[in-house]
Nanobody
Framework: VQLQASGGGLVQPGGSLRLSCVAS????????IGWFRQASGKGREAVSC????????YYRDFVKGRFTISRDNAKNTVYLQMNSLEPEDTAVYYC?????????????????????WGQGTLVTVSS
């Protein structure tokens, strides 16, 4: 069981990147998938989540209108399209799975209930 994030890189402020989270060893459509990030010297924080039942999406206020989460179950992949990137978005981005984005013991905004954390991908926003 593994989740692998990729697609990070160096981008100028205002630019865009698309991150991918590929699942192996399990079917992605059975789980809700969250994106999280950790900037240097700071704790890990939630960014976005997509539900497996009805594709409901959740976003933290600081990325609303700029980031879009989506899934392609045929490719066993969840994407995070990031537009209008800001230097404050610089971080290592991770994906993880849970039964729900926000139900029961799972709450993506608190990172609770999420597991199978994969290696992250570094996003650097700088001119």
């Amino acid at each position: 069981v593994q989740l692998q994030a990729s697609g990070g890189g160096l981008v100028q402020p205002g630019g865009s990147l698309r991150l991918s989270c590929v699942a192996s060893g399990f079917r992605l459509d059975y789980y809700s998938i969250g994106w999280f990030r950790q900037a240097s010297g700071k704790g890990r924080e939630a960014v976005s989540c997509i539900s497996h039942k009805d594709d409901l999406t959740y976003y933290r206020d600081f990325v609303k209108g700029r980031f879009t989460i989506s899934r392609d179950n045929a490719k066993n992949t969840v994407y995070l399209q990031m537009n209008s990137l800001e230097p404050e978005d610089t971080a290592v981005y991770y994906c993880a799975r849970a039964s729900w984005c926000r139900a029961g013991t799972s709450d993506y905004s608190k990172l609770s209930g999420f597991g199978s954390w994969g290696q992250g991908t570094l996003v650097t926003v700088s001119s």
